[in-house]
């Protein structure tokens, strides 16, 4: 019977037992934690003095490192990791697939009596050169030029990962052409970083904050998923091949009742949570909450905040933790955007800030008039940046699979805007002289430094549908995808900030000699504000009338990523990144190069899946549904009444019209398979296709054969369903 695996797998599940955790899980917490990193600590203990202290200088205030200390820090990390019993190395780095990369080398070296060392040198920490032929360079360099290098990354911690016969020290890197061009996601999220950096402290010290030298983003990433039983999911060509179910009818009962959402943890998932937490907890990532989240089989985790460049790092640890530690409790993580059709998908809520080498975050708002003036800078700059580059911070999380989610009434829209919250929106009202009718605010704001109150700290509650919303000391960038690196996304922010920081300092300049500062700066405020409020919405960004209102003020409504890609390389996004110092325009174009590639891609793989599993699995198997049913009826014709047998009659018409659309829409989608190979198209060209041709017919080909789900007798459909995916745990 071809459900014969399915129904051994739902079986197998019922008598499943948790993995139970050894006795290790359960010292304190503060015994284990970062005991897998060369952190801090551990540097200061085994480096000399003036090394450490020269190493701290780079990684605290971006001082550039000294070559000449890399033969000391080699040695004490090499010392480091094979005391705890590592025997390989390996330059970890993040190219343009959104996936890390490694390649592993072994401490070994031989001597002149063939004996063996362990040997690491300095050379050997700071350059690598892995062969860069095969990863995407979007046209920064030929097949042929295979030369590629990666460069440590002392800014994120080396950490050691537990294999299942031993250990292997990770050093952080970027990786680059042998031109210098850079051809990964990090390379790019160290650039903004120095761009804010050198903008947030400009403008600070022309406010009188000399003491203030060094200026770092940070993010803190909620990570959602799903988890299902790895039997059933490997009976589903397309969780294994896209990591989302191309077809499946919605289940009787799906997130209806809320029942899941903060609900009881099931005890094999807690253990799952459990087991991951002790490995980030090793590698020195704060994980910090754990739950259920709206869909059945959704959970999510998220840290504390820490600097981008090291929480994208441990971002994308996290994510191959989930799928590692998932395995061994014979489940399958699922981080795509959409597993499910008709339940919540997942995402990636990125919660940024800025703060300074003093301990402030910039974005608290202020207990003196000064520190309120600096906070209404800042808060300026981002709603400038966030209007002119709107359309940038959607390409930032612009997928194949985000399309899925992304304005579903689950996740924000397209159009991005910003919420502030009643208290801080009465704020700029008040500094553009307008009545806003709240009672938080009752007369002008004036920004002087004696009569500027303190901005209460408690601005706003949340707006679940913006995309970009306060939330009292950050900004919660709620469209971030699930799957997707957290790097650009932050990238884009610290640039789009570091740019109108320096806009909003260049105008303090010009304008210094005007009168006191204060006055100064409340005019340039509210004159940005006012050129750029559009971007303030409040509202439900579900609804209609918000889209229309967003049209009517000239606001971008990019509604899919072949929509949204061309604006990568616009020229008021090229300029961002050439001023800010962060992408070259040859790097920015082979980006856009590799996105379109990708979404073309993935597109394929879809249709070509969804092909393959129609041809092979559903196709024959309703057609014996088919072929059954009809010697049923005319095997029985005799002993069945009237109605009975017009009913039998009505469900034999009803599936052999099904099929027959079925392989109609089949052999459509079998040319749009063979046209993405048989047909030259440029990379904009090409996501076209993908969205008007491709994503059209495979959402036909789904639509039949989730109809025929619905019809076909249970015992024969070859494929698990949702209600065992989503509630067998």
Partial sequence: MPSSSRRLAVSAISGHSPLKHGGERRVPLT???????????????????????????????????????????????????????????????????????????????????????????????????????????????STFEARGYTAWDPTSPAFLREGPNGLTLFIPTAFCSWTGEALDKKTPLLRSDEAVNRAACRLINMLGGKEVSRVYSTIGCEQEYFLVDRRLADLRPDLLSCGRTLFGARPPKGQELADNYFGAINERVLGFMQDLEYELWKLGIPVKTRHNEVAPAQFELAPLYSKATVAVDHNMLIMELMKTVADRHELKCLLHEKPFAGVNGSGKHTNWSLSDDLGNNLLEPGETPLESMQFMLFLTAIIRGVDRHADLLRVSVASSANDHRLGAHEAPPAIISIFLGAQLEGIVESLLGKSSGREQVTEPIVLGVNSLPPLPRDLTDRNRTSPFAFTGNKFEFRAVGSSQSAAYPATVLNSIVAESLNVLADRIEARRNEGPLSQVVQAIVAETLREHERVLFSGDNYSAEWTAEAERRGMPNLKDTASALPHFTAEHNLALFEGTGVLNRREAESRLNVLCENYAIQTRIEGATSVHMVSTMILPGVMRYQRDLAETINATRQALTGADLEAQESMLRKVTELIAKLKLSLDRMR???????????????????????????????????????????????????????????
């Fill in 31 to 141: 015994e284990i934690y970062a005991i897998n990193v060369f952190n801090e600590r551990v540097q200061r203990q085994r480096l000399p003095k003036n090394v450490f202290r020269q190493l701290q200088e780079t990684v605290n205030q971006g001082t550039t490192l000294d070559p000449a200390i890399a033969d000391a820090v080699a040695s004490a990390m090499r010392d480091w990791a094979v005391e705890r019993g590592a025997t390989h190395f390996t330059h970890w780095f993040q190219p343009m697939t959104g996936l890390t990369a490694e390649k592993h080398d072994s401490f070994l070296s031989l001597t002149g009596d063939h004996s063996i060392i362990n040997e690491f040198t300095g050379s050997a920490l700071i350059r690598g050169e892995p062969d860069a032929s095969s990863f995407p360079s979007g046209g920064l360099r």
């Fill in 671 to 729: 040319k749009v398979v063979v046209d993405f190979d048989g047909v030259e198209r440029g990379p904009l060209e090409q996501a076209r296709f993908c969205r008007e041709v491709a994503i059209a017919a495979r959402a036909d080909l789904r639509d039949w054969v989730d109809q025929l789900e619905e019809l076909v007798d249970d015992e024969v459909w070859p494929l698990p369903k949702y209600r065992e995916m989503l509630f067998h745990r």
